[in-house]
């Protein structure tokens, strides 16, 4: 099994930063992919940003490109997301998913409300 917990959500205002981090425990050497999912309220949860937990590509959604930067450190075992210049369309709750080669996302976080104010 392998378990992850988020921190660092908060209420910024627009234009704002914040940083997430999730924390990776467990049998982490069955993980391929790591990434960043988010849900509004009313929505579907939806991509946002994934990356190779031995480093090298990273893809993100349209809509965070050049606003939001995925980054992993191994020997912290922890995977972060740096949001800059937030909207208030980027409020959600975000989680921290991970998978194995087949593309699948089995391991989730509990989740983290980031909220942005107009």
């Known amino acids: 099994q392998v378990q992850l917990v988020e921190s660092g959500g908060g209420l910024v205002q627009a234009g704002g930063s914040l940083r997430l981090s999730c924390a990776v425990s467990?049998?982490?050497?069955?993980?391929?992919?790591m990434g960043w999912f988010r849900q509004a309220l009313g929505k579907e949860r939806e991509f946002v940003a994934r990356?190779?937990?031995?480093?090298?590509?990273?893809y993100y959604r349209d809509s965070v490109k050049g606003r939001f930067t995925i980054s992993r450190d191994n020997a912290k075992n922890t995977v972060d997301l740096l949001m800059n210049s937030l909207k208030p369309d980027d409020t959600a709750v975000y989680y921290c998913?991970?998978?194995?080669?087949?593309?699948?996302?089995?391991?989730w976080g509990q989740g983290t409300q980031v909220t942005v104010s107009s």
């Open positions: 998913a991970a998978g194995p080669p087949d593309g699948s996302w089995p391991y």
């Open positions: 990356i190779r937990w031995s480093g090298g590509s990273q």
């Open positions: 467990g049998r982490a050497f069955s993980i391929v992919h």
